[in-house]
């Protein structure tokens, strides 16, 4: 899946309008164990996953990791997944909160502040997909706030086997557990006590 295949599943766009959006895109490899965006630092992209994997993560000043999200691009991947950026800071020019760093080498497409600007100075289509990719990663990170705040960790694991069970042959255990906002050993209790 393109970046442009993924916006022409939400809205139509003409030869001329890819080609335009096709000519504001750069591809970039990041190479595994890169940090390409840390916290205290803007973003400056949108980024799309073509291939490999990246991790999205907020480091505590107590030194605790938290996985925000797993990025990458093949059948099992929502939208959340395609995304590795912080929407808020890109939108605000703001400083992220986040790191995002490849777990393995992965090729990305990157389209800069100014350039999505552009673009919506060309016409309304290209405002209506900043619209479309405003609603959906808002609603990806309601539903992930949600979660972390309403739900206990085991119904935050129950929901993962439910909605996302394909993460657990993607990414080590440690970083599921990241993932859920549980300590590794939690994971392994409730992993144990759900088998019984």
Known sequence: MTFVDIIEQFIPISPVEKAALQAACTRRLIHKGTVYLRSGEVCSHICFIGTGKIRSSYLHESGQDFTWNFHFNDRDSKFENYFPFDYLSFLNRSPTYLNFEALEDAEVT??????????????????????????????????????????SGEERYTALLAEEPYLLQKFPQYQIAKYLGLAPESLSRIRKTLAS
């Open 110 to 151: 990157l389209l800069s502040f100014e350039r999505l600007s552009f673009l919506f100075s060309l016409g309304s289509k290209y405002q209506e997909i900043g619209r479309i990719m405003t609603q959906k990663a808002y609603t990806s990170t309601h539903h992930r706030t949600f979660s972390l705040l309403t739900q």
